[in-house]
């Protein structure tokens, strides 16, 4: 028999541990690959066959997206974000601007990230409670939503799970060389991804390694500061490039996120869970309870894993430790943050979706009355067919919403060519992001959060290339730009009566 080292002592004590006793190294070997592969392959292809099909840009990802693409200006980037997306996404929008391309490359991805964070526990727990966690985790409508979206939250779960199972591998096993260096990298990635989310995920292990007194916890601290002052590095350095220092990024950050401070704001989440990518303000009515049963069942799902992995004396700390990250991981979001996403919940799904497989299987255990085990089945059979109906309807609710943007932004961008909005050329006023970048255009605000031009700045500009002011409603243009020609587009979404305020190059209305 092997020995091992018990998390919960000051140092490391050989011994024959009880759970490698009765389950020596789970999921290790064989029986972990085919599983985990499974569920990583049929996560990349429902989203390729459920989502990805006509799927446009949306407004925030096209402003990572232009970092890094040929295709139109950089957008304005405001200093909450970071820059970690970009690059992921750098490889194929250098080489073509086809958003197809885009979400196949950014699916299969995903699929290999969802396996990589998974294998990562294959030492931890068994290859049957990786696969089930894998499988819940990527069966919500949010998860496969995000696959191929150029956003960073998924991949921050990634780097949050990821991370996670290093830390417990190095914490229980001095041999295994790659733990710490695995645990370094993954909160780097989470990192360079979203900064914030970094921290809160290093000091949830940290509090884990202390408390726990982890084998060599003393290093396991240095190793976590070493990975978040490298995921951190190129946002801190852009933050005195480009925003007068620290302090300064930070402090725009939290006024552009509505100002940071104490909120409550689950039932925005439970909320948002109906369809809302984002619900800024959340005031809308709850039309789909249903969408969120799962979500107000999670904390006893959660807490029945851990239960019964302590009952068993079975993954006791492995199971604690991801249900304690994944809440520190929700917190800031829950009561920090004044507005709701589902994405931002993310990390946090991933590792609680641990916990929740593993009561999910204890519930379905061999019991002494068969009939008792087949009725507790059936019963779960039923409700997870019901969750994942009720994902599909909203999935496809949400998918469908944002492909009839995309044809209206086509027809937009068609309408703007027709009036000579041409590169190089300057769109601004409501929703120019995206219309800017359809029509290969700048996107410049005289206002508001990405204000990065003056009126007079606009009306210069327009002396030398077409500049667009996009008004909707019964919304006046602004002042300087009342002479300029007016033209009809097509409706975007909410968007209605909407009209292009167009300017010449020669600075006459065109």
């Known amino acids: 028999m092997q020995e091992s080292v018990v998390v919960g002592v000051r140092g490391p004590v050989p ?18 690959l085919p599983w985990l592969a499974g569920v990583a392959a049929a996560f990349t292809l429902a989203h390729l066959v459920l989502v990805a099909r006509g799927l446009g840009l949306g407004w925030d990802e096209t402003v990572y997206v232009s970092q890094v693409s040929p295709h139109a200006p950089a957008a304005f980037f ?11 996404v750098a490889p194929v929008t250098a080489v073509t601007g086809s958003v197809a391309a ?14 990589v964070a998974l294998w990562v526990w294959r030492r931890l727990l068994p290859a049957p409670v990786l696969a089930l966690a894998g499988a819940l985790f990527a069966s919500l409508w949010i998860t496969l939503f995000y696959a191929g979206q150029a956003m960073p939250n998924l991949w921050v779960a990634y780097g949050a799970l990821a991370a996670t199972g290093c830390f417990l591998r190095a914490a229980r096993d001095p041999g295994d060389r790659w733990a710490v260096g695995g645990m370094v990298t993954a909160v780097a990635f989470a990192g360079v991804m979203r900064p914030a989310d970094a921290v809160w995920l290093v000091l949830a292990l940290a509090a884990a ?47 552009i996120q509505g100002g940071l401070g104490w909120y409550l704001t689950v039932d925005d989440h439970a909320r948002a869970l109906g369809g809302r990518t984002l619900c800024r303000p959340c005031d809308v009515p709850w039309r789909h309870p249903a969408a969120a049963l799962w979500f107000f069942a999670l904390p006893l799902l959660v807490a029945g894993g851990v239960a019964a992995a302590a009952r068993a004396r079975l993954h006791r700390t492995e199971l604690a430790v991801a249900g304690a990250v994944g809440v520190a991981l929700a917190l800031p979001y829950l009561f920090t943050v004044g507005y709701a996403a589902p994405r931002f919940l993310l990390p946090a799904y991933a590792l609680l979706a641990l916990p929740v497989a593993r009561c999910l299987l204890w519930l379905c255990r061999p019991r002494p009355q068969r009939g008792r085990r087949r009725t507790v089945a059936a019963l779960l059979a039923v409700a997870l067919l019901a969750h994942l109906a009720v994902q599909y309807r909203v999935l496809d609710g949400v998918a469908d919403r944002v492909r009839r943007d995309t044809r209206d932004l086509t027809r937009i961008a068609a309408a703007l060519h027709a009036q000579g909005v041409r590169p190089p050329c300057v769109v601004s006023g ?18 508001g959060h990405d204000g990065s031009i003056t009126p007079e700045g606009l009306t210069a500009l327009s002396r030398h290339r077409p500049v667009a002011v996009l ?10 730009a009342r002479a300029w020609r007016e033209h009809r587009l097509p409706d975007l979404g909410r968007l209605t009566r909407y009209r292009a305020y167009v300017a010449g190059p020669d600075g006459r209305p065109s």
């Open 102 to 115: 885009l979400r196949l490359y950014l699916a299969v991805l995903a699929g290999i990230g969802l396996f």
């Open 78 to 88: 405001s200093a909450p974000r970071a820059r970690g997306i970009s690059y992921l």
């Open 471 to 480: 008004v909707s409603g019964g919304a006046r243009p602004p002042s300087y």
């Open 430 to 447: 409501e929703d120019a992001i995206r219309v800017a970048y359809r029509t290969g255009c700048a996107s410049r605000q005289p206002g």
């Open 209 to 255: 390694a202390v408390v726990t007194r982890a084998w060599r916890w003393p290093l396991l601290l240095v190793a976590l500061a070493v990975g978040l002052a490298l995921g951190w590095a190129e946002w801190v350095m852009e933050a005195y490039t480009r925003y007068g220092g620290l302090t300064a990024r930070l402090e725009r950050a939290s006024e």
């Open 15 to 32: 011994h024959v541990a009880l759970e490698e006793s009765r389950n020596p190294r789970p999921g290790a070997g064989g029986p972990a």
